[in-house]
């Protein structure tokens, strides 16, 4: 664990704005927030620091982490495509991909050498939908706590824009190499693409990032600076809100490349490393 810099320690007396992901960050392998993060939590808004979620999953899914929290800021779902709030039910922002560009992408998916190893996911107002049900997405589905509604050919859910389009597969040198591919075909100008975890290649528009969408909370929603704002995250997706935020910390189980561009790096997920990190630069 890196030692905090009294630059830091500075900086934390400024933080407002608590963002944190959920998975890999607040939630491990028992899919809950533990009770030491949650005391945490309540005592950083105890004083006065407001907190808020971010994080690739449905909003639907994240959901029951923001409540549990006591958030009463908007929830950013879908990497910040989908912010709203779950009070007044008020949707800020929904930015989507183009059904041209899902068109493609699914066509790239069912290439014969691709079809049978990648488990494809759409998400259309917040409902998702899939080819058939494979043990990929059952097992995804139940750990989110939404039901996987099977199309067959996915061109048929495409009557709208997706938010999202995930491919999950078990091998992860086919998610790289999808990810090293699609990137060379498009620009970051035309689609966002990340991976939230190394099994999860996810792909929204290119507006979309975690990083857009907590400036928007912060500086748009709450008139804050990104000085005032601390984010902990774990993956590739929580990079540009790990670089947008005044302190941003990587939990000790995020990949190398990740915690290199954090200010400080923190314990584990198991080890309740977003309570260290909370209690370190916030209590």
């Given at each position: 664990m890196q030692k905090a810099s009294t630059d830091n320690q500075a900086a934390?007396?400024?933080?407002?704005?608590?963002?944190?992901?959920?998975?890999?960050?607040i939630a491990g392998h028992s899919n809950t927030i533990s009770e030491a993060v949650k005391q945490a939590i309540v005592a950083a808004q105890a004083r006065g620091i407001q907190v808020a979620i971010a994080t690739g999953r449905m909003y639907r899914s994240a959901l029951r982490f923001h409540q549990d929290i006591g958030s009463t800021l908007p929830l950013m779902a879908y990497q910040g495509a989908w912010i709203q709030d779950p009070n007044t039910q008020k949707i800020h922002r929904h930015w989507v991909v183009s059904r041209e560009i899902a068109h493609q992408l699914l066509d790239y998916f069912e290439k014969p050498e691709l079809r049978s190893l990648l488990s494809v996911h759409f998400y259309i107002n917040d409902q998702l939908y899939v080819r058939e049900l494979t043990r990929e997405t059952q097992i995804y589905a139940e750990r989110s706590g939404v039901i996987a509604i099977p199309v067959g050919d996915l061109r048929q859910a495409l009557t709208n824009e997706p938010t999202k389009i995930l491919a999950l597969s078990d091998d992860t040198d086919v998610i790289d190499k999808l990810l090293g591919n699609l990137r060379r075909q498009y620009t970051p100008a035309e689609l966002y693409?990340?991976?939230?975890?190394?099994?999860?290649?996810e792909a929204t528009n290119a507006s979309v990032n975690k990083g857009t969408a907590v400036?928007?909370?912060a500086e748009e929603l709450l008139g804050l600076e990104l000085a005032n704002v601390m984010?902990?995250?774990?993956?590739?997706?929580?990079?540009?809100?790990?670089?947008?935020?005044?302190l941003g910390v990587?939990?000790?189980?995020?990949?190398?490349g990740v915690?290199?561009?954090?200010?400080?790096?923190?314990?584990?997920v198991e080890q309740d490393g977003a309570a260290v990190a909370i209690e370190k630069f916030l209590l």
């Open positions: 934390a007396k400024e933080i407002k704005l608590l963002v944190l992901d959920i998975d890999g960050t693409l990340t991976t939230s975890v190394a099994t999860f290649f400036r928007y909370l984010a902990i995250g774990d993956n590739f997706n929580d990079v540009e809100m790990l670089e947008y935020a005044g990587a939990m000790g189980n995020a990949p190398a915690q290199a561009i954090a200010k400080w790096v923190a314990p584990s």
